[in-house]
């Protein structure tokens, strides 16, 4: 008897067979997740024909909007020239991808190694840094999330996503700059940025004195959309450069205008990474991530070094088509205006609704909502009841949204930086006509 093809499948049998043949392990979003078969800009379709405005682009990965024409016409024209060949030879996408790369980016990090994934782009980083400073303990936060690597496993800061034990003794993790929860239970700015601070505790009280650096993300994605307050990155880079360690930027999920105003999440805090990794929304959704650092720095590494993905050319191409969309239709300034507009609609929701939306927060088009048991009375327990009401909500209206956070409480929005003014409305009509369903 012939087997069934894949295509002819409806919603029902491919979550079937991917329980049969698939990882139970994967995670989904929603009680009963939606399959995908093809998308447009901010439209994604589902097997059934329903329409959904895509409001988390593949967890921020699609950054100028699915099949952007752009980036195709430079995906199948790089395809039918050379699709492969491996870091054993130099290509020009990807010696183009680079130089790009040095000229957007903030200071002097110049030399770029790329990878398939932000999870080899964070460890190779972490490698670096080890290698140039001669130190192995490294700092990283609480509440950050880096990958699924060993490595990138004993950086994390979310117990849910490590597998197994921390397996990298010299990581230590400092507390999160989470003002709504702060761990030290102080209120801002009367805190004295204590979250910062503290790292020198840390270092004096739990390694060696000299350290390989600090890796963190501007906004910590995974860890609820948390955004430090504006001291934070000085203090902290300071206190690490004292003893002897580089600053390691996580921009995974913040790079390339995602915050608004800046091409990187760190030029809102002023200050100068040593090492940067990216990857997500450099491509497009094509796999590609980057390490790039100082000349100094990258000169250091003396070993051999290939990546047999790193860099292929179709994703070079589709990374130097996507930077030149978001440069060429000013998408930086389209996240900071769009952003600002759906920060504003969110945070009428937050006066709409007091008692369970305890915290609204973010920059450009990456903001967070947490969902509380009761603001008003000051009980800030995490409600993720409520939070997963809302997110099915959205689904049954058609708009795609991510949440995250420590206790899954914290609804994510954040659509391609391409989003027009009349597709906030609509996604702010959609969410709010969700608390007003889920919330009844």
């Known amino acids: 008897m ?12 491919v979550r079937a067979k991917e329980k049969e043949y698939l990882w139970p392990s ?4 929603y009680q009963e997740p939606i399959v995908p078969v093809s998308a447009s800009m901010r439209r994604v379709k589902d097997v059934t024909g329903k329409e959904y405005l895509d409001f988390f682009g593949g967890i921020l ?28 030879y130099p290509t020009i996408p990807a010696v183009e991808l680079a130089e790009t790369l040095a000229r957007l980016t903030p200071g002097r990090l110049q030399k770029s190694y790329f990878l398939a994934s932000g999870t080899e782009a964070d460890e190779t980083a972490v490698m670096l840094a080890q290698v140039f400073t001669g130190s192995m303990e490294l700092i990283a936060l609480r509440h950050g999330y ?22 990298i003794a010299g990581v230590k993790h400092a507390l999160a700059p989470y003002c709504y929860r702060c761990p030290l239970g102080l209120t801002y700015p009367n805190c004295g940025v204590r979250c910062a601070t503290d790292i020198k505790e840390l270092i004096l009280s739990t390694t060696t004195g000299k350290i390989a650096g600090l890796l963190a993300e501007p906004i910590q994605g995974v860890g609820g959309f948390v955004v430090p307050p504006p001291e934070y990155f000085k203090i902290a880079v300071e206190i690490v450069k004292e003893h002897g360690g580089l600053f390691i930027c996580d921009e995974v999920q913040t790079a390339f205008g995602r915050t608004g105003k800046h091409w990187f999440g760190i030029e809102h805090w002023g200050v100068e990474p040593d090492i940067m990794t990216m990857a997500k929304g ?16 990258a000169d250091s590494f003396k070993k051999s070094q290939i990546s047999t993905f790193g860099g292929n050319p179709m994703s070079c191409a589709a990374a130097n088509a996507t930077l030149g969309v978001i440069e060429d239709e000013r998408l930086v300034d389209n996240s900071e205006k769009q952003g600002a507009k759906l920060m504003d609609g969110l945070k009428k929701l937050q006066k709409q609704y007091p008692k369970v939306v305890g915290d ?12 509380v048991v009761d603001e008003l009375h000051g009980d800030r327990t995490p409600n993720a009841p ?8 959205t689904k049954k209206r058609g708009l795609l949204v991510g949440k995250g956070g420590m206790f899954g409480n914290v609804f994510r929005v954040a659509p391609p930086l391409s989003v027009t003014s009349d597709e906030i409305d609509e996604g702010l009509a959609k969410i709010g006509e969700s608390f007003a369903a889920a919330l009844a």
């Open 26 to 29: 994967l995670a989904h979003y």
């Open 2 to 13: 012939q087997k069934q093809s894949v295509k002819e499948l409806d919603a029902a049998a």
């Open 360 to 371: 609204v927060r973010g920059k450009g088009l990456m903001i967070g909502v947490e969902f």
């Open 386 to 393: 409520i939070c997963n009401k809302v997110f099915e909500e």
């Open 146 to 167: 880096s990958g699924r690597s060993a490595m990138a496993m004993s950086l994390v800061g979310h117990s849910s996503y490590r597998a197994v034990p921390q397996q």
């Open 61 to 88: 990965t699609v950054s100028v909007g699915h099949a952007h024409p752009k980036v195709n016409a430079a995906l199948k024209a790089q395809i039918d020239t050379l699709g492969h060949i491996s870091t054993l």
């Open 282 to 297: 450099v491509a497009n959704g094509m796999p590609l991530a980057v390490c790039i650092a100082t000349p100094e720095i």
